[in-house]
């Protein structure tokens, strides 16, 4: 296992996300947003989905799409 800022700096990383926390399985200095594609710096790195293996930007995008793939979440009981 590797140390999560190991790696070059210029390239995406491979990274398993887990409840609280992730490994990083292949170096590299950031990961892409699952719905807007824009890079997250490993360092603020704080938003992912475990079961989707998805990283997010913000909790903003997070919620967005935990709705988009659960649409009964929107309706209140």
């Known amino acids: 296992m590797m140390n999560r800022f190991e790696g070059p700096g210029g390239r995406e990383a491979g990274i398993r996300y887990l409840d609280g926390d992730f490994q990083v399985t292949s170096p590299g200095a950031f ?24 990283p ?3 909790a903003a995008v997070s919620l967005d799409r935990e709705i988009a793939m659960n649409p009964g979440l929107r ?3």
Request: positive net charge.
């Open 75 to 77: 309706s209140r009981r």
């Open 31 to 54: 990961v892409r947003c699952a719905v807007t594609g824009e890079s997250i710096p490993l360092d603020e790195l704080r938003y992912w989905s475990v079961a989707r293996q998805e």
């Open 56 to 58: 997010y930007v913000s």
